[in-house]
């Protein structure tokens, strides 16, 4: 993984867990990183993007809204140790950890959204699963 796309990811990240709810455009974004193409804009609620000299519409899941489409972006080689919508600080949290005992659990506990706690663990199992797809690209470049 190249640095600018380190720097990229992390900014993705840093913007789910910024968000203060469902978000269609952050969707269509971290569906883009997690499928590795361009995101380039929303119409309506499909996404435009582009793949090598791919162009076109595609529809993007919930994964700020739905803990199902949350889930799926959990990367294969990872477990999913524990999920809260209240956790020990009162706020949701998510825990994940590489299937192997040598790395460490990747966890991202602390969006708040008082109105929608269904969404703020979307939004933390989203965060949880991108740094985790972040740390095994980093790991596979090492």
């Given at each position: ?13 840093q913007?789910?867990?910024?968000a ?15 499928e ?35 889930v799926s972006?959990v990367?294969s080689?990872?477990l999913?140790?524990?999920?809260s919508?209240?956790a ?13 005992s ?18 703020a ?12 797809r ?9």
């Open positions: 993984m190249h640095d600018k796309d380190m720097v990229e990811m992390d900014a993705l990240i913007r789910v867990e910024a203060t709810g469902p978000d269609r455009e952050l969707d269509a974004m971290v569906r883009a990183a997690a590795r193409v361009s995101f380039v804009k929303m119409i309506g609620k499909s996404a435009f993007r582009t793949s090598g000299g791919d162009r076109g519409l595609y529809d993007t899941p919930a994964y700020t809204a739905s803990l199902d489409a949350a972006l990367p080689g990872c999913l140790v524990a999920m919508d209240i020990a600080d009162g706020m949701p949290g998510v825990c994940l950890c590489s299937d192997t040598a790395s460490p659990p990747v966890e991202h506990w602390g969006i708040s959204i008082a109105a929608n706690r269904q969404a663990l979307a939004l933390a199992l989203c965060a949880a699963a991108l740094r985790a972040l740390a095994m690209q980093m790991e596979g470049d090492g």
